[in-house]
């Protein structure tokens, strides 16, 4: 319990703190000023000034917050900054790069959790070796047999066993060319694949194709160089950014019901799974997270990074700032909106602990 504990603390608190870095590291780059730069939420345990900025350690350790200078025109200016120094004084352009910041440091901690795995752990890769056939299935007729070890398809060489299986679903059910490892003997075999509809990651009936086929479950882990590691680390984040933003859109065009929405709670209960079940998990479940806590704060929803990038993208347009009543009427419609999706999702959360039970 203290270790799940621990590591949702970690987690959540790591991910909105780095998210806050983003923002606190382009607004120095840009000679923005920067009053308060906070660990942790609440009062403040430890506070050094640097410069002109307060350093602090505060109590609540989920995060951390930034106070630029000047990022609400009315508000009172602190001692010691000058008018240059203002975030509201600075182009629109600079401030959109502040904003975005943000979530782009979020994308890019992702990357940097699956470089880390990638080298640190390698790549599971398993074998194209077959195992069961399906009985009178394609690959059966075909002359196939448990024990096979497929080495390439229409002249390209098989990695491993997902490359097979993309290339038989991607096949339109046109006729494959095998060939195949039978012990010490090398065979070509002709496979026409059949369709078939299966079932999306989002539940959606889709179709493909396959052959009758099954992987014998042998592996091996491929260790990458360093450099590779970074190569294997932006295909899967971009992988998990990929099927992000899919879901995102499946949920709006309700391919992906309403009660699926998970919060805090549900966050809570996957990163403590994971921390019993060892480092790697947690780490590959913050990559996913901390990719949906960049996405969510990129969409075009005032309140969040997405809509200061819009406002300021307008702004840059139409070369003038949008009205004050516009801002401040949308803010709230926009704030009203996360407030009810925060509940959907609390709600959402709650009622999956009682069906648990």
Request: hydrophobic share 50%.
């Amino acid at each position: 319990m203290i270790i799940s504990v621990l590591s949702v603390l970690l987690v959540l608190g790591g991910l909105i703190f780095f998210h806050e870095l983003g923002h606190f590291l382009a607004a120095r780059a840009f000679g923005m000023g920067v009053s308060t730069f906070s660990l942790g939420f609440g009062p403040k345990l430890l506070s050094k000034v640097w410069g002109k900025t307060e350093y602090r350690l505060s109590a609540i350790p989920l995060g951390g917050y930034v106070s630029l200078v000047g990022h609400d025109e009315e508000e009172e200016m602190p001692e010691n900054f000058g008018k240059e120094e203002h975030f509201s004084s600075r182009p629109p352009w600079q401030r959109l790069i502040v904003v975005a910041a943000g979530p782009l440091a979020n994308l890019l901690l992702a990357w940097l959790i699956c470089w880390g795995l990638a080298y640190a752990y390698g790549e599971v890769e398993i074998s194209p070796k077959l195992g069961a056939l399906e009985e009178n299935g394609p690959a059966a007729q075909a002359g196939m047999q448990p024990g096979d070890l497929v080495l390439a398809v229409n002249g390209v060489e098989i990695q491993h066993w997902q490359q097979l299986a993309d290339m038989i679903a991607a096949s339109g059910g046109a006729s494959l060319q095998l060939e195949v490892a039978r012990g010490n003997r090398s065979l070509s075999v002709a496979v026409t694949p059949v369709p078939v509809m299966r079932k999306s990651i989002f539940g959606e009936d889709e179709p493909s194709f396959r052959i009758g086929i099954r992987a014998a479950g042998e592996y091996t882990v491929k260790k990458p160089g360093f450099f590779e590691a970074a190569k294997l680390g932006i295909a899967r984040s971009g992988e998990m950014l990929s099927l992000t933003w899919q879901g995102i859109v499946k949920l709006v065009q309700r391919t992906v019901p309403v009660d699926q929405v998970g919060g805090p709670i549900l966050i809570a209960q996957l990163v403590g799974k994971q921390a019993q079940e060892g480092l790697a998990g947690v780490l590959a479940l913050t990559a996913l997270i901390s990719i949906n806590l960049a996405l969510l704060n990129l969409l075009p929803i005032p309140v969040l990074d997405g809509g200061h990038i819009l406002f300021y993208s307008l702004e840059t347009l139409m070369r003038r700032p949008l009205s004050r009543g516009f801002r401040e009427v949308t803010t709230r419609l926009g704030f009203a909106f996360l407030i009810c999706l925060m509940l959907l999702a609390t709600f959402n959360d709650i009622w999956r602990l009682f069906k648990t039970d």
